[in-house]
C-alpha cells in the first residue's frame, strides 16, 4: 500500500508512530551515550562525605576514599567528661574504616536508565549522599568505655553520724551522691558523632567524643539520719583501770572500743558484741593480757575486751534495753560490781541485746585516760532504769585434802580420814582449834601445808527497775548470776 493511498487519519497515525519511534531511538542514543560516557565512572549526583565525585573514575574514587580515611585516622582523638580527658585512637575504640565497602556502597550508585533519561532531560535533581563506611567492634569499644568508667565514676557516700565523745553530741556528715558513666548513652553519643565524621561534616583537626555520667543515689541520706532523733544521751556507764594496767590490755580496751563506737542498732535489729568486734586474735590486731578461762587468771589474747563488753551491758541497761544473751564472769571482776558484768569468748560466749526501742540507738565508745565510757544516743526518754541486786548469798569455799606419808607417795583423803591423822597427834581441845585454822597449828611429827587457798563464791539476784520521777514504775528480773567457790586444798605430810 502506498503512503499516497492512505487516509489523511491513517497518515497521521503513521507520522505520530514515526515521531515516537524517533524520540525512543534518540533516548536510547542518548542514554547509550551517557552511559559509555560514564562508563567505569562514579554517578554525577553522588556525593562521597560532602565531595561531588562527578568524573571520576573508580581508580580515582579510590585514591579520594584513601585520602579522606587517612585525614580522618589523622585526627586527634579523645574522650572527654568535665576536666576528664583520655587520648585515644580509632583502633583503641574499636572502630575500623572500610575503603571496599565505601567504594561497593558508591558504585552502588550506578546510572540507571530512568536516572540517566531525567538527567538529560534536566529532571533528576536528588543527589545521592554516600558515607565513609567503617565496622565497629563493640567489645573493643565496650572495654575502653569500662576504663573510663572506672576513671571518672565516683561511689556514693552515705550520710555518717560522727560522735563528739567528749560534749556527747552526734553530728551529721553529709552525704554525698555518687555519678557513673552512663555506658549506652556514651556510646550512642560516640557513635553518633562517628556518622557526622563520615559524612564529612566534621573537618576540625581534634575530635572529642562527650561522653555522659547518671547519678548514683545513696542509701541513706542526711535527712534519714536526722529523722532517728538521735539527739539524747539514754543510758551512759564508764569503767576504769589502773593507770599503771599493762599496756597489752589498754590497747586491747581501746582497739574493743572503736570497734564499737558509732555503731547504729535499728529497732528490732540485734547487736552482738563478738560479730561487732570480730574475732579476737592476733590477726585483728589484739594482744596478750590476763584473761579468766575456767575462773583462774591465765595469760591469753584480748585481756581487758571484757571490760568493755561488760561496760557496754550496763550502758544498754541504762536504756531499759534486756539482754537477749549474757553471761557472768567465773569469778568477781575489779571494774564492775557482782552482776554487772558480762564475759565473752569468740564463738561461744556472746553479749547480745535487740534495740526493743521506737527508735535507733548508736553507741559512743571512748578511752579517756583510765577509763572507757559507754554512752547510748536515742531520742529523749520519759523514763530512767536503775539495777538492784537482792538476795545475795556467800558460798563458802569447800575444804579438801591430801595426805602425804613419810615414804613420800601422795593420796587424797576425805575429812574423816583427815580427823583419824590428827587425832592421832592432838588432844581434843587442840582438835576443836583445828575446825578453824588447820594451817596454823604447830604438831610435832605433822606438817600441815596450804596448797590451794581458795576462794569465796557469790550468789546473786539482778534486777531491772523501771522509774519515772524517781517513782518505781515496774521491776524485771535480769538473772541468777553465781560466781562459784573455789576449794582450798591442805597437805598433811609426815616428818
Not at 554525698?176 to 563520615?198: M, P, R, T
Not at 583537626?205 to 561522653?211: H, V
Not at 567457790?485 to 616428818?495: A, C, D, I, P, W
Request: hydrophobic share 30%.
Amino acid at each position: 500500500m502506498k503512503f499516497s493511498n492512505l487516509t489523511k487519519k491513517q497518515k497521521i497515525y503513521c507520522g505520530i508512530c514515526l515521531v515516537v519511534f524517533l524520540c525512543i531511538i534518540l533516548v536510547i542514543s542518548l542514554d547509550f551515550g551517557y552511559r559509555m560516557t560514564y562508563s567505569n565512572k562514579y554517578n554525577p549526583s553522588t556525593f562521597l562525605a560532602g565531595k561531588q565525585v562527578q568524573g571520576l573514575n573508580y581508580e580515582e574514587g579510590n585514591k579520594l576514599i584513601e585520602e579522606k580515611i587517612t585525614e580522618i585516622k589523622n585526627k586527634d582523638i579523645s574522650l572527654i567528661y568535665d576536666d576528664y580527658r583520655l587520648e585515644t585512637s580509632f583502633e583503641e575504640l574499636g572502630i575500623h574504616w572500610s575503603k571496599d565497602k565505601t567504594h561497593k556502597e558508591l558504585i552502588s550508585e550506578e546510572m540507571s536508565f530512568g536516572k540517566g533519561i531525567k538527567h538529560i532531560l534536566g529532571l533528576y535533581e536528588d543527589e545521592s549522599e554516600i558515607k565513609l563506611q567503617f565496622k565497629k567492634d563493640e567489645t573493643t569499644l565496650d572495654k575502653i568505655l569500662k576504663k573510663v568508667s572506672d576513671d571518672i565514676s565516683k561511689n556514693p557516700k552515705d550520710a555518717q553520724f560522727k560522735v563528739d565523745n567528749l560534749e556527747q553530741k552526734v553530728r551529721i556528715i553529709p552525704h554525698e551522691e555518687g555519678y557513673e558513666l552512663d555506658k549506652k548513652q556514651s556510646k550512642d553519643n560516640i557513635l553518633d558523632k562517628l556518622e557526622l565524621v563520615s559524612e564529612g561534616k566534621l573537618e576540625t583537626e581534634q575530635l572529642d567524643f562527650e561522653l555522659t555520667t547518671r547519678k548514683v543515689p545513696v542509701d541513706k541520706t542526711s535527712d534519714d539520719l536526722k529523722a532517728m532523733n538521735l539527739d539524747s544521751v539514754i543510758g551512759s556507764f564508764a569503767t576504769s583501770f589502773s593507770a599503771n594496767e599493762d599496756e597489752n590490755r589498754v590497747a586491747n580496751i581501746s582497739l574493743a572500743a572503736d570497734y564499737i563506737n558509732e555503731t547504729l542498732i535499728k529497732p528490732k535489729e540485734q547487736f552482738s558484741f563478738n560479730e561487732t568486734v570480730g574475732p579476737i586474735n592476733k590477726e585483728n590486731g589484739y594482744k596478750t593480757s590476763s584473761i579468766i578461762v575456767d575462773g583462774e587468771f591465765v595469760d591469753g589474747v584480748g585481756g581487758g575486751v571484757c571490760q568493755v563488753s561488760s561496760t557496754v551491758y550496763n550502758s544498754v541497761l541504762k536504756t531499759g534495753i534486756e539482754p537477749v544473751e549474757r553471761y557472768p564472769h567465773g569469778r568477781p571482776v575489779g571494774y564492775v560490781g557482782l552482776g554487772r558484768d558480762a564475759t565473752v569468748a569468740y564463738d561461744y560466749l556472746d553479749l547480745v541485746v535487740e534495740n526493743t526501742l521506737e527508735n535507733p540507738i548508736l553507741f559512743s565508745a571512748f578511752v579517756d585516760e583510765n577509763e572507757i565510757q559507754i554512752d547510748v544516743f536515742g531520742s529523749e526518754q520519759d523514763y530512767n532504769y536503775t539495777v538492784q541486786k537482792t538476795d545475795y548469798t556467800e558460798l563458802q569455799p569447800e575444804k579438801k585434802y591430801k595426805y602425804q606419808s613419810k615414804d613420800g607417795i601422795k593420796e587424797k583423803i576425805s575429812k574423816s580420814e583427815k580427823d583419824t591423822i590428827i587425832s592421832e597427834y592432838l588432844d581434843k581441845e587442840d582438835i576443836k582449834k583445828e575446825q578453824k585454822n588447820l594451817e596454823q597449828l604447830d604438831i610435832d611429827g605433822l606438817i600441815i601445808e596450804k596448797l590451794n587457798s581458795g576462794r569465796t563464791g557469790h550468789k546473786i539476784d539482778v534486777w531491772l527497775v523501771k522509774k519515772k520521777e524517781q517513782q518505781e514504775i515496774d521491776k524485771q528480773h535480769l538473772s541468777t548470776d553465781v560466781y562459784p567457790s573455789e576449794k582450798k586444798v591442805y597437805l598433811l605430810k609426815e616428818e
